[in-house]
């Protein structure tokens, strides 16, 4: 009576613990998600804030074709070419800002860019932190065995997070 009570309550324990594990991974897979939308949002201000950039009056029009051509590819560009496309837009916002004089005739619309900037950089972080964190979870042994992350894709990070802003 008291083994097949002591098993019954270890059974329990196990099961609860279990339970406690994939609501824990699927916290952590929603912290994923929602840090993805942020960092979507962010960047599609940012590609705004380019465009925004691309019509001032002081701009050429082969700069105004190349940062339009770079803010719209940003913000249309699918899941598997976003990288690339996230990438020359930082290329071309960079290369805009140490070449030209435009920061100086235009101070209020560069420092929206900064600030709009230096948040991306904080969402990438966040993202890849949440990222690394459901990795982690992910590799362990019980939640392997188990299967606790159902049939939830794995996250992943982008390449263009990795690139300097």
Request: glycine share 4%.
């Amino acid at each position: 009576m008291k083994t097949s009570l002591a098993l019954l309550v270890i059974f329990l324990l196990f099961a609860w613990y279990l339970s406690f594990s994939a609501t824990r991974l699927d916290r952590l897979h929603h912290r994923v998600e929602t840090s993805w939308a942020n960092l979507d949002a962010t960047l599609q201000r940012r590609a705004a804030i380019s465009l925004e950039i691309a019509h001032l009056p002081e701009i050429d029009p082969a700069t105004n074709l190349i940062l339009t051509g770079a803010a719209y590819g940003a913000r249309e560009a699918q899941i598997f070419e976003r990288s690339d496309q996230e990438s020359g837009l930082s290329g071309t916002l960079n290369l805009l800002q140490s070449e030209s004089d435009l920061p100086e005739l235009h101070p209020e619309i560069f420092a929206k860019l900064e600030d709009v900037t230096e948040r991306v950089r904080v969402a990438i972080a966040i993202h890849i932190e949440a990222v690394a964190a459901t990795k982690a979870l992910r590799e362990k042994l019980v939640f392997r065995l188990f299967r606790l992350a159902g049939t939830a894709p794995l996250p992943v990070k982008y390449a263009f997070e990795d690139d300097l802003l």
